[in-house]
């Protein structure tokens, strides 16, 4: 595809369990960022993938949270024992390096309700 | 990062120019005006980019004041479908972890028909 993609778009979870979230990025983009983003609020760094170095996990908020890359493909954000504060939109970015003028490509997030 | 400060929301008509403030007062001299919008139920979109001069793209313009202490999004025409969330934020190249996109709440452009 042409964007990035992401699924689900939408999941609904109970309290304490795992979920987790795939990241399509756009082919050849070798950096990779998650995000979180709650109700009417601005945007929450959550972690960075470039390449083959050692992502930047600094945005993390807990170790429940963990995510993966294969290669410069597909991301996945695993949320263990899921909390009701975890409910957000999940966003997903990619684009060709690091560096600032170069535009993030964002999807259209994954939309988390923890009950 | 540098601070920027925006309306919480502004209103225009169809067909109509939109003029999009942001200000920046504590801006340092490398570091880039970015702008991204965010359509309902959507994730980010990238809007324009500039350092100094005015900058101008398929979706919009970027004037930069000449001090740089303050910045305006054009939109020439505007339509239903720029109804967003837009965020204006600095960039700081060569800096540690400048990669991370960071939006505070942005100006809610409506757009009436």
């Known amino acids: 595809g042409a964007g990035v993609s992401q699924s689900p778009s939408n999941k609904v979870t109970e309290k304490g369990k795992d979920v987790e979230l795939r990241c399509d990025p756009i082919?050849?983009?070798?950096?990779l960022y998650w995000y979180r983003q709650r109700l009417g609020q601005g945007l929450e760094f959550l972690i960075y993938?470039?390449?083959?170095?050692?992502?930047?996990k600094s945005g993390l908020p807990s170790d429940r949270f963990s995510a993966e890359r294969t290669g410069e493909s597909v991301s996945t954000l695993t949320i263990q024992r899921t909390q009701q504060e975890d409910s957000a939109v999940y966003l997903c970015?990619?684009?060709?390096?690091?560096?600032?003028?170069?535009?993030?490509?964002f999807g259209p997030g994954t939309r988390l309700t923890v009950l | 990062d540098a601070k920027t400060t925006q309306p919480n929301s502004m209103e225009s008509n169809e067909e109509e120019p939109v003029h999009l403030p942001c200000n920046h007062s504590?801006?340092?001299?490398?570091?880039?005006i970015h702008w991204y919008r965010q359509l309902p139920s959507q994730g980010p979109e990238y809007v324009i980019h500039?350092?100094?001069s005015n900058v101008n793209n398929r979706m919009a313009s970027l004037a930069i004041a000449e001090d740089r202490k303050s910045s305006t999004l054009i939109l020439h025409r505007a339509t239903l479908r720029d109804a967003a969330v837009y965020y204006c934020?600095?960039?700081?190249?060569?800096?540690?972890?400048?990669?991370?996109?960071?939006f505070g709440k942005g100006t809610l452009l409506t757009v009436n028909p």
């Open positions: 082919s050849g983009h070798t950096a």
């Open positions: 970015a990619s684009n060709v390096d690091y560096r600032i003028e170069n535009e993030q490509f």
């Open positions: 934020i600095l960039r700081a190249p060569g800096r540690g972890s400048n990669y991370k996109l960071t």
């Open positions: 500039g350092l100094t």
């Open positions: 993938f470039q390449g083959n170095s050692a992502p930047d």
């Open positions: 504590t801006i340092s001299g490398t570091d880039y």
